[in-house]
């Protein structure tokens, strides 16, 4: 019994030096504060207390307070930071007005963070009877089309990431960015344009906008190709109608030789006389005056070709036109475009050549070609306002991609780069297309970009179909009939709805 008794005394006072010690510790090295009650419970807020003990030897990053709904919160639920409020006091007081669900049991602790720790005070519940529900006050647009981004201005919005939901009417927006007075967000898709009510939830409560919104639709279902799911077929406009032609179907053949017509106003489709030069894919199309012309392109997956076809809508009727006069390939397209009547081509990957063709002379006549276009990855080719663009993709596998612009001027024979896109990891050719100077890009996730040459911003809007890559596509004013690869479906982009918005 004495030498228990001995043991007794010998581990008190090994224990006082142990408290003393860390006492010392913690009022000069380690941060120190205490979380009193919760007061003022009512269905605006609460009021939170905590009293700053000790600072350590370091000082104060940021301070605060965390809840959650379960025992022992921590920073990355939801935290209330008070650093840009004052600086450091050692007695905080702050009235939580947000974000708190009525009848609700919360557990809270004040918190420090410095450069070398990140403490947390003893634990306090409460149950809530509730906050101010969120306000919406003002939102950056009116009217947007799917994929566009929209800042939410208001206040008691949860600062927390992923405790807000947003809906445009039913349907619910991707939120990109949330703090307790703005959340940023991605308009949902439609299948109609219409207005519809903007909401912000968080913690049970929710709050409106006071006006409609609009969201709008650009993307309209047309008729079915009828000549089935193909890729890298040809196409060209003339006037109102668009023609389409040749391609491979989904099991690796070619697709049969015939031409079907598409009015653009009725929404129908025509089978016209078959193209009369072999069937194959990755052939240049392009239209000049009257007539649509197609040639070159890969058959049987290694032949190349340099035959040059003209229709004529009119006659309804194909003629052989001169052969094409340069390099061929069969594992690349040639990207080409029109200006003044007069067709652009660049062929070859490392032996660049550049060639004209004049329709009326029915004459191949070749460019000096540009050094500095040798071994860059052009995959496509189009025109705006009399000058010339070619589109390179850099970047390799799944790494991020960049669009990059070549601008070609036919008076002066010169080509330089100029804007570049960021695509992100996904991209597939061919993808785009041009409405004017606004070139769209069709990536991954249903996704196209569309970029303003003029502004030089990049939009992100809503794609309907499941595959990035167009098998045709035929422009009308400032709408674009696009069919995806490997599907039957045609659906009509209206840019000048996606330029409504507001």
């Given at each position: 019994?004495?030498?228990?008794?001995?043991?007794?005394?010998?581990?008190?006072?090994?224990?006082?030096?142990?408290?003393k010690k860390d006492s010392k510790i913690l009022s000069k090295e380690y941060p120190y504060v205490i979380q009193e009650d919760v007061s003022e419970i009512s269905e605006t807020g609460i009021t939170v207390k905590s009293v700053i003990i000790s600072s350590g030897d370091y000082a104060i990053e940021d301070f605060g307070f965390v809840i959650s709904e379960e025992s022992k919160p921590v920073v990355t639920d939801r935290k209330i930071s008070l650093k840009a409020v004052e600086a450091s006091p050692d007695k905080i007081t702050f009235r939580i007005d947000n974000a708190l669900g009525k009848d609700q049991k919360y557990y809270i602790?004040?918190?420090?963070?410095?450069?070398?720790?990140?403490?947390?005070?003893?634990?306090?519940?409460?149950?809530?009877?509730?906050?101010?529900?969120?306000?919406?006050?003002?939102?950056?647009k009116t009217s947007a089309i799917p994929g566009d981004v929209v800042t939410i201005a208001g206040d008691y919005f949860n600062e927390s990431p992923g405790n807000n939901v947003v809906r445009f009417g039913d349907v619910r927006a991707r939120i990109i960015y949330e703090k307790r007075d703005t959340i940023i967000v991605q308009c949902p898709e439609t299948k109609a344009t219409k207005e519809v009510a903007v909401s912000v939830q968080t913690a049970g409560q929710t709050g409106y906008a006071d006006a409609m919104f609009t969201l709008v639709n650009p993307w309209t279902p047309l008729a079915d190709f009828p000549g089935g799911a193909r890729f890298w077929s040809s196409s060209f406009t003339v006037g109102t109608k668009g023609y389409v032609a040749l391609g491979m179907t989904n099991d690796g053949n070619y697709a049969s030789r015939e031409l079907w017509e598409f009015?653009?106003?009725?929404?129908?489709?025509?089978?016209?006389?078959?193209?009369?030069?072999?069937?194959?894919?990755?052939?240049?199309?392009?239209?000049?005056?009257?007539?649509?012309?197609?040639g070159l392109g890969v058959g049987n997956l290694v032949e190349t070709y340099s035959d040059l076809w003209e229709y004529d809508p009119q006659a309804n009727g194909w003629t052989k036109k001169a052969d094409y006069p340069g390099a061929t390939f069969n594992d690349h397209t040639y990207p080409h475009?029109?200006?003044?009547?007069?067709?652009?081509?660049?062929?070859?990957?490392?032996q660049y050549e550049f060639w004209t063709y004049n329709p009326v002379q029915d004459q191949w006549r070749q460019l000096q070609s540009d050094a500095q276009m040798k071994n860059h990855?052009?995959?496509?080719?189009?025109?705006?306002?009399?000058t010339g663009y070619f589109i390179e993709i850099s970047g390799t596998g799944w790494d991020p991609k960049t669009l990059v612009l070549w601008?070609?001027?036919?008076?002066?024979?010169?080509?330089f780069k100029t804007?570049?896109?960021?695509?992100?990891?996904?991209?597939?050719?061919?993808?785009?297309?041009?409405?004017?100077?606004?070139?769209?890009?069709?990536?991954?996730?249903?996704?196209l970009i569309e970029y303003d040459m003029d502004s030089k911003l990049a939009f992100t809007l809503a794609h309907p179909s499941d595959h990035e890559m167009f098998n045709f596509r035929m422009v009308f004013n400032s709408k674009a009939v696009l069919n995806n690869s490997e599907t039957p479906v045609v659906n009509e982009f209206n840019s000048a709805a996606a330029l409504h918005r507001k």
């Open positions: 019994m004495k030498h228990l008794f001995s043991f007794a005394i010998i581990t008190l006072l090994l224990l006082a030096a142990g408290c602790r004040a918190f420090i963070k410095t450069p070398g720790y990140l403490v947390y005070s003893n634990e306090k519940a409460f149950y809530s009877k509730g906050s101010i529900m969120p306000r919406i006050g003002h939102l950056s009015n653009s106003g009725t929404n129908l489709w025509q089978e016209l006389p078959p193209f009369p030069g072999n069937a194959r894919s990755n052939a240049i199309d392009f239209s000049i005056g009257n007539y649509g012309y197609i475009f029109v200006i003044n009547n007069t067709l652009y081509l660049y062929s070859g990957f490392n990855n052009i995959t496509e080719g189009f025109s705006a306002r009399n601008q070609y001027d036919p008076l002066q024979n010169t080509i804007d570049s896109v960021p695509l992100g990891s996904y991209w597939a050719e061919p993808c785009s297309f041009n409405i004017g100077r606004k070139l769209f890009i069709s990536v991954r996730d249903r996704l």
